[in-house]
């Protein structure tokens, strides 16, 4: 799976220099009520941006890891407004230590009910004592002030990475916010019921059993009613063999419920790629079609599963790859067409778009520099029609594709100034060596553009240097 090949990945580069501790760096804080933002930690009504760096070294410890927040503003994301968070940030339990991967799995949502964003991370590498548990989910609590105090939330009996992946959403319909979990030991979904206190004490907890042992959890609504569903990815657990799939579970008053089958992938985003007030279900996988991934493609491909009312749609799910028409590039084997996913409005029209990060694309004879896809939403549904491709070769992007940059390893896209159309933040965490860096595409009525793009690394935003794999993960 997607997570194995990347931890894989981090220990063969594990050469970082040894840096020292992490400052806290905070803009403004912002003073006002409780706006509801969705991605907005200090209640300004703009939302934010937080970026991963989970093999950044921190009080010497390598691959300790630590996260960086970038303030939205009315005049969109501005990291001279930022914070980074550790686990040697004062506030935050635990302790730095080597390959803790802290920031290694994201996800927000209001979990105490205060009308604050607050931040979840999945810290699955944990040790917890000298036992042989693994794996903690850290809730760090949003507020006027932004993200500050924080809690651990620890399994209830001996798990093997709790916190393998995080989903917020309301999957009872009773208007808290919910916090489900995965982790190795059990063949299914923790859910900790809303709200959690600051002390870490959930309302209740319950397991949901799977028929795939995931490693992915989305969250999103698919049939319009007032509790959130949940997406498991993973592999099928029963028969002979065990291909990749995904099952979805509908929320209702009495917890979540299976629905049906998905096609299967490595990342996907739950979000109306229609306008029709129903969540769509958009799978990524980047592999090539096999028996154990029948719903990879040529480079990649991209699956829509529609939603309605009842649920999953007896419509026919579209699969979009490089091949499909108005879709920029050539599908090639290795270009993995659907590593990352991200939705948003990228134009005002109302419809969400889609960003697809392709971090095999080659460039000439550079491999594996990257690319992100940026598919559009309309009355059909999503369509390769005006897709847009954008490479660190584009005019207006800053930087040279450089081989195994793998731009694109992240995407986001996120209303950082409130107007209503989704910028794009793309990762490359391999960049300058593992160092990593971010880019910021702005937006307009014609959608993305690269007119006016930045971008920027760890030291700029107050990390350390060094291996970091900054901009693994992105989330707001």
Do not use: C
């Amino acid at each position: 799976m997607r997570r194995q090949y990347l931890r894989a990945a981090l220990a063969a580069t594990a050469s970082a220099a040894l840096v020292g501790g992490l400052l806290l760096v905070t803009g403004s804080g912002a003073v006002a009520a409780p706006a509801g933002t969705p991605g907005d930690f200090n209640g300004d009504g703009y939302r934010d941006l937080v970026i991963a760096a989970p093999q950044g070294t921190v009080d010497r410890r390598t691959g300790a890891g630590y996260v960086t927040v970038i303030n939205g503003t009315r005049n969109g994301l501005d990291k001279s407004q930022r914070t980074v968070i550790s686990q040697a940030t004062p506030g935050v339990p635990g302790a730095p230590e080597k390959w803790d991967f802290f920031g290694d799995r994201l996800t927000t949502g209001d979990l105490d009910g205060d009308g604050y964003t607050d931040l979840v991370v999945g810290v699955a590498s944990e040790r917890i004592g000298y036992s042989f548990s693994y794996g903690v989910v850290t809730v760090v609590w949003g507020g006027p002030s932004g993200l500050r105090s924080a809690v651990e939330l620890q399994a209830p009996s001996h798990r093997t990475e709790f916190g393998l992946d995080v989903a917020v959403g309301d999957f009872d319909g009773d208007g808290r916010a919910d916090l489900a979990t995965l982790d190795q030991s059990v063949a299914g979904v923790s859910v900790f019921k809303g709200p959690v206190s600051r002390s870490g004490k959930p309302a209740g907890l319950t397991v949901v059993e799977s028929s795939v042992r995931a490693d992915r959890i989305v969250a999103g609504n698919v049939n319009g009613d007032g509790a959130t569903d949940l997406l498991a990815m993973g592999r099928q657990t029963s028969g002979t063999t065990h291909p990749n799939r995904g099952v979805l579970y509908t929320g209702s008053g009495s917890g979540l419920q299976a629905a049906g089958g998905v096609a299967g992938g490595h990342d996907a985003v739950i979000a109306d790629v229609d306008k029709d007030g129903h969540g769509d279900i958009v799978t990524g996988n980047y592999m090539e079609k096999t028996a154990d991934e029948p719903d990879g493609g040529p480079g990649g491909a991209v699956t829509v599963t529609y939603g309605s009312a009842g649920g999953l749609s007896t419509r026919t799910p579209v699969r979009i790859t490089q091949a499909t028409t108005g879709v920029p590039g050539t599908a090639t084997k290795g270009d993995r067409f659907g590593w990352s996913l991200s939705a948003g409005d990228t134009n005002g029209d109302g419809y969400a778009d889609v960003a697809v990060g392709a971090t095999g694309e080659a460039t000439g004879s550079r491999k594996a520099t990257g690319a992100v896809a940026v598919l559009n939403g309309s009355a059909r549904g999503l369509t390769g029609t005006g897709a847009k491709t954008f490479t660190q070769d584009t005019a207006g992007v800053p930087g040279t594709g450089e081989t195994f940059d793998q731009f694109g390893a992240a995407v986001g896209l996120i209303d950082g100034d409130g107007d209503r159309r989704a910028e794009l933040v793309i990762g490359a965490f391999a960049e300058n060596d593992g160092a990593g860096s971010v880019w910021l595409l702005a937006s307009g009525r014609g959608g993305i553009t690269a007119t006016g793009a930045t971008s920027f690394g760890a030291r700029s935003v107050g990390g350390p240097s060094g291996l970091a794999y900054f901009g693994q993960v992105l989330a707001g």
